[in-house]
């Protein structure tokens, strides 16, 4: 299993158990058919920005931190995020296609979004495609070029 598909994992597990350590998720991912250490674990819960907050009733569980819109996500991220889960970049116009993993597209969506990334005027996303609409300063064939040089595709 890559990278990606485990990160992505944990983020589903993360949102659907409450988890409490780092050997409950090594034991999760286990039942979920993902070979991982803790040691492995621990780098991607820091990749990932996971961070420990306290539910009620007292328990510190894993969480990922919500993005705000206006938030503007550094450089490296953007680039870091591109190259690990875009896999093809078509255009149309003033319309972008990129193509991800199944269950990948809000993560390049999200940074994407939050990038501000000159002649993006915003972003949907699907399971394992996202649809980027170019501004008017920009086309469709230049913006694709330019997701395409960041993810080094």
Request: negative net charge; proline residues 4%.
């Amino acid at each position: 299993m890559t990278k990606t598909s485990r990160q992505h994992t944990i983020i589903r597990l993360l949102g659907d158990v409450a988890v409490t350590s780092q050997a409950q998720l090594v034991e999760l991912l286990e039942d979920a058919g993902v070979d991982a250490t803790q040691a492995t674990v621990s780098r991607d819960l820091d990749d990932l920005g996971a961070i420990r907050v306290r539910v009620p009733g007292g328990d510190l569980v894993y969480a990922l931190p919500e993005h705000s819109n206006e938030q503007v996500a550094p450089p490296d991220h953007l680039r870091r995020v591109l190259s690990d889960w875009v896999a093809d970049v078509q255009h149309s116009h003033n319309l972008v296609v990129v193509r991800t993993p199944p269950g990948s597209a809000h993560v390049v969506a999200s940074a994407l979004d939050r990038s501000g990334l000159d002649g993006v005027l915003g972003t949907v996303a699907g399971d394992d495609s996202i649809m980027i609409v170019a501004s008017e300063e920009t086309t469709g064939r230049d913006l694709a070029k330019t997701i395409r040089t960041l993810a080094g595709i």
